[in-house]
């Protein structure tokens, strides 16, 4: 199996239970991507089409278009009002155009069902063979149907898709996106359960089993070896002790590491002869951090508490909470109940926050079950991830890490499954890939670098020949 792979038609949201992926890439086809009328250039209420000129218009540049003599000819039409069979023809044209990852001489004209992925005529003989696998227009031909339900106007379904916040422009098809794993870096911890980069060459990681945080000098340059490009990371230090058992890390502003350990907060600086220094920044007891993050917009450090280790049995006198602490050590919000009055969480284990969107939890709902919920600066639920498509997930949704990435986008690693979900910050998955296809058996921890590339931290594979466990670095084409 390829270390890239193309993902297409893979999840959208839902408009009356039924899935607009189909409708959305649609739209992206008619749009030209850009979501812009073609003449104007700012206008979003796209309406119309010219069906001589080929450009999708806004209302006012329709008047306009009419009015100008030497084109008052043309026929402009309702987008709804576009025959299926004409958006079927241009999807497949805008899908057939690319080249193929795996034999760039060729293009795509299939699909296999059995691996979620485009593929050419070569890739059918050398790995798809025995795959259950269509050609686009099949493809295509079979969401129209299922999009209409053949039983209602297909214009229903799309004016149904116009009526929807703005918003949902964002969530349309990423009909290319590629994930393309080029580099592993190789480490002799048994674990890695959390991680966070403090520069793109540079990161902390922590092993739980072996109690201590690593700080590794990331060396990419590497050799390849069975296609994949590896390298030893140089360990550059450790902090060990006996009480310093991590729970999360995550690094200030100034690039020091802040990590939680029973119940304390404490923060790692280098004093003037080189040395490691560990202090106690804020100490919770009775209460229990269980994740830490550093809010830079704010300069605050958000943390996640329990009362204890009755992890899922909670009472009414059961405190879970996020909880904000400023650089004067005070708390300066907590985040526990709805505006309802309902409990937020049941154990909050991973934060992070979304430029100007508010804050994003994992929350762990049982042992083997968890969901990604967002909330806005004021404490008011935005939305809750927590319910995957089966199809998607054939086990329990088991989230153990997220990330944000540069174009704003969530991605969360979902451990059970082997599998990355990416949302957007409506909550909205949008795209789902498989870590088994990169080659990645047991992911588990997630950061970006300021490049933009996605490193994942593993466990250590059960059928794995490497003695440690490995962090990869993964390159994501077209989020």
Same mark, same amino acid.
């Given at each position: 199996?390829? *270390? ?33 009328? !073609?003449?104007?250039?700012?206008? !979003? ?40 069979? @004409? ?11 690319? !080249? ?48 209409? &339900? ?11 898709? &116009? @009526? ?8 349309? /098809? ?13 480490? *002799?911890? %048994? ?14 990681? /922590?092993?739980?089993? =072996? ?34 058992? %991590?729970?999360?890390?995550?690094? *200030? ?37 269980? /994740? ?6 704010? &300069? ?26 400023? !650089? ?5 919000? =907590? ?57 998607? /997930?054939?086990?329990?949704?088991? %989230? ?42 047991? %992911? ?5 670098? *300021? ?8 466990? =250590? ?19």
């Amino acid at each position: 199996m390829s *270390n890239t792979e193309s993902n297409m038609l893979i999840c959208c949201p839902n408009i009356n239970g039924k899935c607009t992926q189909f409708s959305l890439t649609l739209k992206r086809c008619n749009y030209q991507v850009a979501v812009m009328c !073609q003449m104007c250039k700012k206008s !979003q209420k796209l309406k119309w089409r010219c069906m001589d000129c080929d450009l999708t218009i806004c209302e006012i540049c329709k008047e306009i278009h009419s009015n100008i003599p030497s084109i008052s000819g043309h026929t402009i039409v309702n987008l709804t009002d576009i025959p299926v069979s @004409r958006m079927e023809q241009r999807v497949e044209a805008e899908i057939m155009k690319n !080249q193929c990852t795996r034999h760039n001489k060729k293009t795509y004209k299939f699909f296999c069902r059995t691996c979620n992925v485009l593929i050419c005529s070569e890739c059918i003989t050398e790995v798809h063979s025995k795959h259950n696998h269509a050609y686009i227009s099949q493809l295509l031909n079979e969401q129209i149907l299922n999009e209409a &339900d053949t039983s209602k106007d297909y214009t229903k379904v799309y004016k149904d898709i &116009d @009526r929807q916040d703005s918003a949902l422009i964002d969530s349309y /098809c990423l009909l290319m996106t590629e994930f393309e794993l080029v580099h592993t870096v190789r480490t *002799n911890l %048994p674990t890695i359960n959390y991680m966070a980069l403090p520069n793109d060459d540079e990161a902390y990681i /922590c092993s739980l089993d =072996r109690k201590s945080i690593v700080n590794l000098k990331l060396n990419t340059t590497g050799y390849f070896t069975r296609k994949r490009k590896l390298s030893d990371s140089k360990e550059v230090d450790e902090i060990v002790g006996f009480h310093i058992q %991590p729970y999360d890390i995550t690094i *200030n502003i100034k690039g020091d590491l802040l990590f939680i350990s029973d119940y304390c907060l404490k923060l790692v600086t280098k004093n003037a002869q080189g040395q490691t220094e560990i202090t106690n920044i804020k100490d919770f007891n009775p209460l229990k951090p269980k /994740c830490v993050h550093y809010e830079k917009e704010r &300069d605050i450090i958000l943390l996640g508490l329990s009362e204890g280790d009755s992890d899922f049995e909670l009472k009414e006198s059961s405190l879970r909470q996020v909880v904000a602490v400023n !650089q004067r050590r005070t708390l300066c919000k =907590r985040f526990e109940y709805t505006t309802e009055n309902k409990r937020l969480f049941t154990l909050p284990v991973r934060i992070t926050t979304i430029k100007d969107g508010g804050i994003c939890v994992i929350d762990r709902v049982s042992q083997t079950t968890g969901r990604v919920m967002s909330l806005n600066w004021e404490g008011n639920l935005m939305w809750t991830y927590e319910v995957p498509p089966p199809s998607l /997930c054939p086990g329990q949704f088991y %989230p153990t890490d997220l990330t944000i990435t540069n174009t704003e986008k969530i991605i969360v690693v979902d451990s059970n499954n082997r599998a990355f979900h990416i949302l957007n910050t409506k909550g909205a998955l949008i795209l789902h890939q498989s870590s088994i296809h990169l080659g990645i058996e047991r %992911p588990f921890c997630l950061d970006t670098d *300021n490049s933009g590339y996605l490193w994942v931290g593993c466990l =250590r594979g059960t059928t794995s020949r490497e003695t440690g466990a490995n962090l990869y670095k993964i390159k994501i084409k077209g989020l």
